[in-house]
């Protein structure tokens, strides 16, 4: 028999993306150089519809994949072919130190996304387009030979390549800057990316009239994580970061006792414990043409050891798993996950 154990967690949610936040100033070099931002991931995405409803909708979430299983319901007395897209989250560079955590190094597919419809694999398509300052400058980076992924050293390298006469409308469309130390050990200035790159899986999905249709799809989530938490350290609750973790992954007290009584054991400020921070959007799912029937999502925290915190009441079904079942839902916050992941001493 599973074990039920009720957690109680918080009931509000509050979106940071891909935010780095500031550790204490006594942790502030740790966290320098070994923290990556997680971007926010979601589901399937479509034009409002009021023939189409999602009827269930079973969600997994871990740092290592999410997976994601849709009913769908056509009402209308007609087939009907829509556009089903999966946006990647953005990829936005603005400054030399910054990391962003991706899980492979594909240039178009960086979440390994797959997808299934009635069984049957989905072939995609793929439409990237790059962003400065608010406009289009797609074609004009593909003119140039230009990488889209702003990402990427072979991008700036790419970038360093091109004749220093092109530099100065790159930077002031904003696609790129020279990098903060001015040059190199060899007096060589070099040009990096700097735009946002927005990247869409899309395909044409006829839905059946009167009939449900399976589609199923999975992926790799981006994974936020740092070397080392500072949360229950010293001074810690004075921060700013620390207020906003409290809100956007609902800690408890439970939750710091329980980091409170590793720092104890270890007798350390800062116990073995990497944290691994995962966004999930899920207003995504207001776009279709009632609440969801039957919603049902599992958090997996990877390791009996390990701590998870997250804004929802659930209820523990293994030793690694916690569940949350709603009816007739309409998301109206995301969902944000906190994995504090025991490591070596």
Known sequence: MRQRQKLKFGRSALLLVGTLFVSPLSTLSLW???STAELATGGLVLR???DIEMRTED????ADEIRVNYRFFNRASQDRTVTVAFPMPDISVSGLDENIALPTENPENILDFATRAGGRPVETRVE?????KGIDQTALLRR???PLQPQLESTNKVLDALPQSQWPTLIDLGLAEVQDNGMDREGKKHL?????????YFWEQTFPSGKELLIEHRYKPSVGRSAVTSLASPGAEKEEWYKEYLQKYCLDRYFIGAIVKARRIEKTDFPAFQEQRIAYILTTGANWAAP???FHLVIDKGDPTNLVSFCGDAVKVTPTQFELTKNNYMPKNDLNVLILKKTQQ
């Open 32 to 34: 320098a150089n070994d």
């Open 48 to 50: 409002k519809t009021t």
């Open 59 to 62: 969600l997994y979430i871990s």
């Open 128 to 132: 990237q387009k790059v962003f400065a």
């Open 144 to 146: 140039l030979g230009v």
């Open 192 to 200: 990096q990316a700097r735009w946002t790159l927005k990247t869409s």
């Open 292 to 294: 969801i029937k039957s």
